[in-house]
Structures are given as structure tokens and as C-alpha cells.
């Protein structure tokens, strides 16, 4: 049980986290911060926050634990702004959709502090942003990544792990590179591809009437381009490098089915599609019996 949250974002992320941590009866208080003061009130008036404080640092004092709920790129500056308060003894933590440089900004500014931030990254969310979205139910049954690194201090990541878990969430840890790694191949690569698709079909003389006809399938495949520009972007800068990795191998895939269709080669576009069919099928039986 914690006395006091120290919200720091009250948008989809943070205030589910908050109602999540309310309902649970993990948390007496909450007190909230978000760059845009109209965020901050409205995130009182739905009950998501309990009081409202004017800025990051002041949210923090008096917290026994702390979330970081804004977008990756403002991670360096949060750290920045609330260094001041924050001790061993609170639980930092955030939300951010890459790992590597949200650990690389809190070695820069917490250093004899950094012990107690544990990074983490639900695997929950939705293509809707803002505090109006917020869900209690967001994390329930979702994983959560925590990454620690060397200087994570144990006890810390055992109150993140027992937090998470009391939430529903199923907790897993892996190194802030190989999340970026695995995030970059099936989460970051997803949604660039989605809003090349998009953009190819959409800029087209025909492609409002080409849209119009299209179906479930693509419904389905285009979902995620419907995702936050901001937020997005700063993701595909943040992880880059492993991003720009996936994307060739990616092109490599597209060139393979390519050539195959130039040369007229059925036996290799069905091996391609079998190959593909296959590790969807497996994928799907792995995701079923968790
Ligand atoms: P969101 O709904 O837009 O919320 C972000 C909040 O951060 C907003 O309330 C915004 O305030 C506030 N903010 C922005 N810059 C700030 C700053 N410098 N100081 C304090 N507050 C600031 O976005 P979200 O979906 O919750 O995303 C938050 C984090 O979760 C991101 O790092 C994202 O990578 C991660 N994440 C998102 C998802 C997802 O599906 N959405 C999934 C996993 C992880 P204003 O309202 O005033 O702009």
C-alpha cells in the first residue's frame, strides 16, 4: 500500500494507472501533474487525480511512489525537474514505449538516485490518447516490461514486480537493449509499415475510392495507423538504430516476394506465403496458451 502517487502525464497511460491503483486500494492519494494545466483539472474532475499540483517537482513531494506518463522525448526533462525530491526510498517508475534512452536520460540526471527508478513498458494501450480514455482495466491480464539495469536497486524492482502484479499485469524483465530489439521487430516496424500504407493508398488520385471499398483485412492491418502522430514519432526517433535495422530486413522480405511476382515464380511466392502462414499460425499458438 502506498500513501501518495506523484502522476507526472495524466493522459491514457498515467491515469489508467492511477483509477487501476485507486481501485486496487493500492494508493491513499494522488497527486497529478500534466504540461497543459485544462489536462490537469480535467484529470480531477473525472477522479483520476485527487489534487492538482503546478508542476512536476510539486507532484513529487510528499509521493511515496511516482509515474512518469508522458511521452518519451520529455522523459530527460521530467528526470530534470524533479530530481531535487527524488530519494531511494520512493518508487520512480514510467511507462515509455522505448527503454534505452529513458534509461540513458535517468543515469544522466538521477545518478546517486538512479537505484530507485525501475523502467518499465505495459504492453497495453489504444490508438486514443488523452486522460478521457483512461481505463482501470487497462493492464489487467497485459505484460508489463520491466527493464532494470546494474545499478536497479533490488528492493525497488521487487515493489515494481508486486505493484504490477496486484494490478493484474503479468510481469517480465529483459535489458532495456533487447527490449528495444524485440520492440523495434514487432511493435515500431508494425506501426511505421502501417503509416507507409496508409500514406501510399490515401495519396493516390483514386485512393479516397479505393479506401471506400476496403474490408475487414484491411481494417485489420491498418489499425494501428490511427495511432498518436507525437507520440509515434518520438518512438521511431527514440529506437532508430534497431528500427532502421528491422527495416531492411523488412525491404529484404519485400524484394524476396517481389522478384518472385517479376519472375513469374508461383513454387517461390507460395513458399513465401506458406513460411509467413506458418509463423503466424505458430505465433497464434503461442499467444493462446499464455
Ligand atoms: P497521452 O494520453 O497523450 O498522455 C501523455 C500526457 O503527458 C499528457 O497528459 C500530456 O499533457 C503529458 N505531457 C506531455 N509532455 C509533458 C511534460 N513535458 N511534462 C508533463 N506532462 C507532459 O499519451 P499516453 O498514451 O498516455 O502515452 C504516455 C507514455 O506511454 C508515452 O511515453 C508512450 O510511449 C507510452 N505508452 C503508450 C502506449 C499507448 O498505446 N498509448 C502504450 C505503451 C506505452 P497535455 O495533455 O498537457 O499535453
Not at 489508467?16 to 483539472?41: C, D, H, I, N
Not at 516490461?145 to 521487487?158: D, M, N
Not at 495511432?227 to 524476396?256: C, T, Y
Request: aromatic share 6%.
Amino acid at each position: 500500500m502506498f500513501e501518495q502517487l506523484g502522476l507526472i502525464g495524466c493522459g491514457l497511460m498515467g491515469g489508467s494507472f492511477a483509477l487501476a491503483m485507486k481501485r486496487a486500494g493500492l494508493v491513499k492519494r494522488v497527486v497529478g501533474y500534466s504540461k497543459s494545466p485544462s489536462t490537469t483539472e480535467r484529470a480531477r474532475q473525472m477522479g483520476v487525480i485527487d489534487v492538482e499540483a503546478p508542476s512536476a517537482l510539486l507532484a513529487v513531494s510528499g509521493a511515496d511512489i511516482v509515474l512518469l506518463a508522458v511521452p518519451v522525448a520529455a522523459s530527460e526533462a521530467t528526470f530534470k525537474a524533479i530530481r531535487h525530491l527524488v530519494t531511494n526510498e520512493m518508487l520512480v517508475m514510467d511507462v515509455g514505449s522505448t527503454k534505452r534512452d529513458v534509461v540513458d536520460s535517468a543515469r544522466r540526471v538521477l545518478r546517486d538516485q538512479l537505484g530507485c527508478f525501475v523502467p518499465c513498458h505495459p504492453i497495453a494501450g489504444k490508438e486514443v490518447s488523452g486522460v478521457e480514455h483512461a481505463d482501470p482495466d487497462l493492464y489487467a491480464g497485459r505484460q508489463v516490461i520491466l527493464t532494470p539495469i546494474e545499478r536497479t536497486l533490488v528492493a525497488q524492482l521487487g515493489r515494481a514486480t508486486q505493484l504490477w502484479d496486484a494490478l493484474g499485469a503479468k510481469v517480465k524483465q529483459m535489458s532495456p537493449e533487447a527490449h528495444d530489439a524485440a520492440f523495434a521487430a514487432v511493435s515500431h516496424l508494425p506501426h511505421l509499415v502501417a503509416f507507409a500504407l496508409m500514406n501510399g493508398i490515401a495519396g493516390q488520385a483514386q485512393g479516397r475510392e479505393f479506401l471506400s471499398l476496403a474490408g475487414p483485412g484491411f481494417r485489420d492491418f491498418s489499425r494501428i495507423a490511427a495511432s498518436d502522430p507525437k507520440m509515434w514519432r518520438d518512438i521511431l526517433l527514440a529506437n532508430r538504430q534497431e528500427l532502421l535495422a528491422q527495416l531492411e530486413i523488412f525491404e529484404h522480405g519485400v524484394a524476396d516476394i517481389r522478384r518472385a511476382m517479376i519472375d513469374g515464380d508461383a513454387d517461390t511466392l507460395e513458399t513465401l506465403i506458406d513460411r509467413a502462414s506458418a509463423a503466424r499460425a505458430h505465433w497464434r499458438m503461442t499467444q493462446a496458451r499464455k
